[in-house]
């Protein structure tokens, strides 16, 4: 079964329609990506999927079930990472944990554990102003796996990211992906980004949103 359905949303901001009858289905362990032009409601699907943004007509069922605010089977990572400025990497990447009030060894193994899978073990004790922009969404992307969600929900997950380390998080990512059976959806509008990492292209097209293609990139990763 879909871990997420998307039904027949529609989008109005004021007389402005964002999106207009969209119809999606994401299952476990499968990474989409929601490509196109700027304007075209990327960001705000995203942010509808999250319960972050609610839609005008159409629903959002999460595992079966209806949803119409944020839960904890889904994870947004913000473009900004919205990390805790006075707070170390372990603190921030178990700061969902420690919400929902696991204690502390078992917080800080978990964390360690997506800290090293992200690329930054050794980088624990630092605080965000002592990373770089890649490194702080490493750490954002990190509090997101630690939390458990089945769903992660990511805008521009790689933007902040440099070219050299681009490549090599982008690899650690589907690792984890596979690994953890998570249902990953990102926006983009980089093709090259969509074709190489994701198992499907959902491809909007702007004045309404809508989905103009929906495209399995069929591509052999271990080949490139
Ligand atoms: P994308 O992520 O593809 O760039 P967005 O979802 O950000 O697209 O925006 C889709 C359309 O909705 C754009 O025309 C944008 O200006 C408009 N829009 C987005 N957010 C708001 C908002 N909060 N209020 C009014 N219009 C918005
Ligand atoms: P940006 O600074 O463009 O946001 P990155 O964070 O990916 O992008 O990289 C910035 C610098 O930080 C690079 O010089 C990179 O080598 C270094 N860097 C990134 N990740 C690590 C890491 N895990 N360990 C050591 N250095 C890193």
Redesign the pocket.
Known sequence: DPVVQVRDIC?K??N?E??RGINLEFQRGKLTT?L????????????IIAGL?PATTGEIRVNGRAVTGPGPERAFVFQDFALMPWATVLRNVGFGLELRGVESVERNRIACRYIEQVGLAGFEDKYPHELSGGMRQRVGIARAFAVNADVLLL?EPFSAVDEQNRRKFQEDLLQLVELEKKTFIF?T?SIEEAVYVSDRIVL?S??P?RISRVIDPSIDRSAS
Do not use: I, M
């Open positions: 989008k901001y004021g402005l964002a999106l929601l196109g032009p700027s304007g075209c409601g990327k960001t705000t699907l995203l942010k943004v805008d926006v509008h909007l702007p004045r949103g």
